[in-house]
């Protein structure tokens, strides 16, 4: 049997959390809802509430937001009251600053102000996009179903930012691996052959000169040439941030064979998503539209998306702006105006974001599976031309010796 940790609230109404044994999530929940509990997280292991995960002064991230998000939205499904759900939460939260940020919300509600309006403070932890869809929730009466819907765009995003970082690691990993590989062979390697090729001089085969000027030229200016790269990429970084710098780095970005097209996609899906989901939760869509332009990180794209509010206020087709852009693909253009045409722009973004992500995940797949091949063999082409020339100039040596 395995151990699963949950946190629930009891029959009493009060919050706690624990450790049960069953044969499976799915029995575990059922177990615990048996005994009349109303769950608010399940997962394997013992891991809630780790002292990792109470580290003072950790601040709240998106999977902490993703996780209050959930349980707020089943505790008001369940019937409870929006600050009674918010003081069960203060009582689980693990975080001091989640803690803090909650107790807040709390005082502000039983003072008389909407959840949104008391969220404001806290843009920089919730987002523009977060508290657009609690205030349509509100005017809804419907928070706890925005609230899941939030959920299920909270986890989408997550889902696939966690595929890119995650498909980008062995990739780096295996860069990383060639680099010291190779400098490790002629940092350490070579340099036990060249008391062995020191007299030969012009003797010696080409490669193996190469091989041991390359070796020599390491050894007397490694640390300068580490000082050097390090103080490019300072530069560079710096060179990033600047408003100029950043809109040449995404505009490279959007060039580069097969990576561009996964970045312009990825992007759009972000922007069509929340536009999606905004719309579906009863917000305008002249809003809905720059909320969703925050969450698009690449610059050539976000100033080209610039155009759209002007463009929706003075009364043109979300479409036909973005085709005068010329910047975006006719298949965007053409969904889009077929949700303005049949009255379902916010179904047709959402299938939009949809069709993209899995344009992104199978690009991602196109592109690991040329990449890795390239670094494997450039590694080891690198590797066997260093051990080629070591050969080469003992055989040279062994040949003067007789």
Known sequence: MAHFSYKAIGRDGK???????????????????????????????????????RAAGKPPGRQDILSMTSELAVLLRAGMPLDRALKVLIDMASLPQMHQVLSELLAAVKGGKALSHAMQPHDALFGTFYISMVRAGEASGQLSAVLDRLVEYLESAKTNRDSVVSALIYPAILLVVSVLSIVLMLGFVVPQFQTLFEDMGEALPLLTRLVVDAAEFIKV????????????????????????????????????????????????????????????????????????????????IKDALQVLPPAVKAGKRMSNALADTEMFTPMVIQMIRVGEESGSLGQMMLELAKVFDGHVQSGIKRGLALLEPVLILGMGFMIAVIIIAILMGILSVNDLAV
Do not use: C
């Open 221 to 300: 200016y490694g640390w300068l040439i580490l000082l050097l790269v390090g103080g490019v990429v300072v530069y560079l970084r710096r060179w990033a941030a600047t408003e100029a710098g950043k809109i040449s780095l995404h505009q490279r970005m959007l060039k580069i064979p097969l990576a561009g097209g996964i970045i312009f996609e990825f992007e759009v899906s972000k922007f069509a998503r929340t536009v999606g989901t905004l719309l579906g939760n009863g917000v305008s869509l002249l809003k809905a539209i720059s909320i969703a332009i925050d969450t698009v990180n690449n610059r050539v």
């Open 15 to 53: 919050s706690f959390s624990g450790v049960i044994e069953a044969d499976g999530l799915e029995l575990a929940s059922r177990q615990l809802r048996g005994q009349g509990y109303t769950l608010l997280k399940l997962e394997a292991g013992g891991k809630l509430n780790s002292p990792a995960n």
